[in-house]
């Protein structure tokens, strides 16, 4: 068959162990892995159309525009790995021109991969698909059998904008030993531009994003038994210049506390939950940072507005 799966067994997050971490610091927060619930999911899916969110719509005709170059650059034949591909739509505006020998979509969501695994196998009969299943944060490693071929990481999403500038650094390194000499990472990275036009994209008009930040309290409510009353927090949005980074909050509007696993938590007026940072980079500040990683700039490609980059990074 043209999908091999393989289940790399990896451990699922533990939502109370870290919420109840985070909760307990000062200031503040919880991880942005957790708002991908099933509602947090579709709500994602929803930001990605909204008219405020550019970065999908602006990577994706960056891709389409350039997939021919992109192919001239990394060539034929090579295995095609992307953490997180559980959604494929992106890898999909390259198949046709890069003709990889295999697609390795990675994902923590088993079901997401087998889904999307169908979807793409069944879409391009030519390509073999071979699917893992596990937390690429913790284990980026190859699953067994996969051709031989130049070894192309895909990251797009400017996903890499969730890791503080160390932390990506220590993630790109894994990518940099997992494709090894030879090989590449094409990834998405948004780039630093007017506060306005970043906080817009994080509050948009129609409060869908406010609506997937405060989904987080109602998972805890559900998963957690925890009593967050959902009136009394808002979204709140911030650009942090200091450190380049879009930065999601929480905010709780009164004085009030909330049980949660048999532990009472006291929230001030306008203290707020940190949600999500949001990394934005100037394109050379990016390179610096994959430098460190043992990467070497080898291209970079722009939307006419300079909003977004897909950048080529070779070992
Ligand atoms: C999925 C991390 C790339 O930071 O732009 C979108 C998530 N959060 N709107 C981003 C997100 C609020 C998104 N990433």
């Known amino acids: 068959p043209r999908i091999q799966y ?4 990896p451990t699922p997050a533990d939502l109370a162990a870290e919420v109840l971490a985070g909760l307990r ?9 957790f708002f991908y619930d099933a509602e947090g ?3 994602f899916d929803a930001i990605t159309r909204l008219p405020e969110y550019y970065p999908t719509r602006t990577e994706m005709g960056i891709l389409q525009t350039h997939a021919p170059e992109i192919a001239a650059r990394v060539g034929t034949g090579a ?4 953490p997180g591909g559980a959604t ?7 198949f046709d021109g890069l003709q990889p020998c295999a697609y390795v979509p990675m994902d923590i969501s088993r079901d997401h991969l087998w889904v999307a695994a169908e979807q793409v196998a069944a879409e391009y009969p030519w390509l073999e698909v071979h699917a893992a299943c596990t937390d690429f944060t913790r284990l980026l490693e190859l699953p067994p059998n996969t051709p031989p071929g130049v070894r192309v990481a895909f990251f797009p999403g400017s996903s890499i904008g969730n890791f503080n500038p160390d932390d990506a650094v220590a993630f790109l390194t894994t990518v940099a030993e997992l494709v090894g000499p030879g090989g590449y990472l094409l990834i998405g990275v948004d780039l630093k531009k007017d506060p306005e036009r970043l906080e817009a994209a994080y509050d948009d008009a129609d409060g869908v994003t406010a609506a997937f930040n405060l989904n987080l309290l109602r998972r805890i409510n559900r998963e957690l038994g925890a009593d967050f009353d959902l009136q009394a927090w808002r979204h709140q949005v911030r650009y942090n210049a200091e ?27 306008g203290e707020t939950i940190h949600t999500e940072n949001s ?17 070497w700039p080898d291209a970079v490609w722009l939307d006419p507005d300079a909003l977004f980059s897909v950048q080529l990074l070779a070992v």
């Open 79 to 82: 295995l095609l790995v992307e």
């Open 25 to 33: 610091q000062k200031p503040r927060c919880i991880p942005p892995k």
């Open 41 to 43: 999911s579709r709500l």
């Open 243 to 269: 450190h380049g980074r879009v930065e999601m909050h929480l905010a709780s509007v009164r004085p009030q506390a909330v049980q949660l696993a048999g532990e009472r938590f006291e929230f001030d007026a």
């Open 88 to 94: 494929p739509a992106k890898a999909r505006l390259l």
């Open 6 to 9: 393989h289940d790399l067994h």
């Open 279 to 295: 990394y934005k980079y100037h394109v050379d500040e990016f390179q610096a940072l994959a430098r460190r990683a043992g990467f």
